[in-house]
């Protein structure tokens, strides 16, 4: 079973561009959750959806940051315009509805986006 | 608003000796306890988990934790370490029915000499 996959692994933009980032969750798994870690910090909740739809966004910074989950398959995260301070990791997890009591989620590797 | 501590954020052990990483959360209804680890390189990956039962739960890679309701806390141990334990370290909280966020501790990270 292939992983939760996030692509582009590095991004390097400068301060008022544009960047998307996306993520690929596990087949099947209809919770999707973007988290982003900013450098020395801990591992911040941004979004959860559940399919296409915004569960809960009560992580979101500010309303330069777009999340979105067409079809209820991949999704992508847009920041316009960058700040400085989006700067750090942003992480996508994923799990399956049956886990929901538990909720065992399971992260892919990352992207790193260096705003100049 | 609901935390979690990791009180060591560096730590820096030789092979074999016994590891202890703290966790305490702030939150006073029903947990669900995870501590996620990070080799270099790779993406997180889930050591072990609490839900419910034995507040002793075992994980992969000889990895044990205990979940000690009264003191809201979630100790990650291993009896003897060893090189490839080398990693960052996450302990993690959902807090129970109706969210499904988790909350992260800061990190702690681990180097071991060999």
């Known amino acids: 079973e292939a992983g939760v996959t996030q692509f582009p692994s590095h991004s390097v933009i400068e301060k008022g561009q544009t960047v998307t980032l996306r993520c690929d969750p596990i087949s099947g798994h209809d919770n999707l959750y973007w988290y982003r870690r900013v450098m020395g910090k801990e591992i911040k909740f941004l979004l959860h959806?559940?399919?296409?739809?915004?569960?809960?966004e009560s992580g979101m910074p500010n309303n330069r940051f777009l999340a979105e989950r067409t079809g209820g398959t991949y999704s992508t995260l847009k920041v316009q315009p960058a700040e400085l301070e989006d700067s750090g990791v942003y992480f996508c997890?994923?799990?399956?509805?049956?886990?929901?009591?538990?909720?065992?989620?399971?992260f892919g590797p990352g992207t790193r986006l260096t705003v100049l | 608003a609901q935390s979690v501590s990791q009180h060591n954020h560096h730590v820096i052990l030789s092979e074999a000796a016994s590891l202890e990483l703290g966790c305490n959360y702030s939150?006073?209804?029903?947990?669900?306890l995870f501590w996620y680890v990070q080799y270099p390189g790779q993406h997180l990956q889930l050591l072990l988990k609490y839900f419910s039962g034995d507040p002793l739960v075992k994980g992969i890679k000889g990895f044990e934790a205990e979940f000690i309701k009264s003191k809201f806390s979630f100790n990650l141990r291993k009896p003897s370490v060893q090189w490839s334990d080398t990693a960052e370290y996450f302990c993690a909280v959902n807090a129970g029915s109706g969210t499904y966020k988790y909350i992260f501790g800061t990190g702690t990270r681990l180097k071991v000499l060999a």
């Open positions: 997890a994923s799990s399956h509805w049956r886990d929901r009591d538990y909720n065992e989620q399971f």
């Open positions: 959806f559940v399919k296409e739809s915004k569960q809960d």
């Open positions: 939150y006073g209804g029903t947990v669900n």
